[in-house]
């Protein structure tokens, strides 16, 4: 965990960032197949117990949104490899604590503390991609990232419903399985340099001014992006009994498929941004999006409501590459733990806030859930009419600026 200046980044040091990115979402996906067995064993004690249930699971997002800038900060500071090794360590022995736990507001207050340990993992990672590659090859280990992050949340998805069966408890133990990252963590990555030249040949931005532009435009667009993605699969379920489904396989299905076509639109991102551009790109994924929140709000059917997700999906799964990448590109080396801390900050508000998002438009409106809905996609489909006349001024399309 030294400072190496001569050293280059390879596919060890990928493969240890992707694997620890990815733990960022087993946070939640792991925990909500066990939601209705907490309920079941608070409720007849805590009259509020749905609220705070509810926060065991949402809880971590707003924590990771309020850390998370203080990470980045930390890991500028302090060292990103350093502050990694901690907050993974956090990250098994807090997740795992619930299981020994009594008390549900402990349990949450336990939550929240775990929020703050993935606010470090997400950003010290984050960092050390843009640290340890530039140009096309950090765009690479982004994806990469994003993949990840899909392919491990479906398996957690699974093995958290598997091992719910036995008991709502059982599930927390499987925290502790990234401690078994900490070995590869400590040996294999490394502090980079604050003057060394990032892989692939372009110079790291050392004491260069950053510009805030690109960083404001990438902070709105993931935080207005991941308010209209998390439309989906808060609302989905809903709307699916509203047809006649009420079939838990059914529309578990439906929720599978969905996080299935995210990772179609993350594999789809890299050929979409050369074709494109990022600006180009940014008017499809919000355009997708759009598309499929009206399409689900109008489906009479379930196969055409399984059609408009997909398409939902694979827009969703180009967002945070598309609006990283132009952030990690506008950071000096010094400021890239400060910057991708306030970036994960706004992609879990955006997060946390969609459903009050939705809960505000119908209450403005008078309306029901599906006329909110309705309204969320019009202003993601002019947002895309935005970056579509960006994509048409901007030249060359392969700009990573927007």
């Known amino acids: 965990m030294t400072d190496m200046t001569h050293r280059v980044a390879g596919k060890r040091e990928g493969w240890v960032l992707v694997l620890a990115s990815s733990l960022t979402i087993v946070g939640s996906v792991m925990v909500a197949p066990v939601l209705p067995k907490m309920m079941a064993e608070f409720a007849p004690t805590m009259p ?15 924590a990771i949104a309020l850390f998370a800038p203080i990470a980045g900060w930390l890991a500028d500071r302090y060292g990103r490899v350093r502050l990694l090794t901690f907050g993974a360590l956090l990250y098994g022995l807090l997740g795992a604590l619930p299981a020994l736990l009594d008390q549900l507001m402990a349990i949450v207050g336990v ?3 775990f929020g703050c340990a993935e606010a470090i993992i997400m950003t010290c990672c984050t960092a050390l991609i843009a640290d340890y590659w530039s140009g096309e090859r950090r765009l690479r280990y982004v994806n990469r990232q994003v993949i990840a992050i899909a392919v491990v949340g479906a398996l957690f998805f699974m093995l958290g419903g598997m091992l719910g069966e036995h008991h709502w408890r059982t599930p ?12 590869f ?10 003057a060394r030249p990032a892989e692939g040949g372009a110079p ?8 805030p532009r690109p960083l404001l435009v990438g902070f709105f667009l993931v935080c207005f992006g991941m308010i209209v993605t998390m439309a989906m699969p ?17 529309i578990g299905l439906a929720s599978g498929l ?3 076509s995210s990772l179609v639109g993350a594999l789809l991102w890299p050929l979409t941004r050369r074709t494109l551009g990022v600006s180009g790109c940014n008017a499809l994924l919000m355009a997708l999006m759009a598309v499929g929140l009206l399409g689900v709000v109008r489906a009479p059917t379930y196969n055409l409501m399984l059609t408009a997700m997909v398409i ?11 609006s990283m990448a132009p952030v990690m590109e506008a950071l000096t080396q010094r400021t890239r733990g400060r910057g991708m801390g306030f970036y994960t900050g706004f992609l879990y508000i955006g997060q946390f806030v969609s459903p009050l998002v939705i809960s505000g438009i119908a209450a403005a409106l008078s309306s029901g859930t599906n006329m909110a809905i309705s309204v969320l996609a019009g202003l993601s489909m002019l947002y895309a009419f935005g970056w579509l006349l960006s994509a048409l001024v901007l030249r060359p399309r392969h700009a990573m600026q927007p």
């Open 234 to 250: 808060v609302n989905a379920p809903g709307l699916l009994v509203g047809i006649g489904i009420t079939s838990s396989t059914l």
């Open 111 to 113: 939550r929240l503390l």
């Open 172 to 183: 927390f133990y499987l925290y502790l399985l990234p401690l078994l990252l900490l070995p």
């Open 204 to 211: 790291a931005a050392v004491q260069g001014a950053v510009s």
């Open 312 to 322: 939902h999906g694979i827009g969703s799964g180009m967002l945070v590459p598309n």
């Open 48 to 62: 509020d117990a749905p609220l705070w249930v509810a926060m065991a699971l949402t809880g971590p997002a707003l």
């Open 185 to 194: 963590i400590a040996r294999i990555l490394w502090e980079p340099s604050r």
């Open 258 to 260: 969905g996080l299935l």
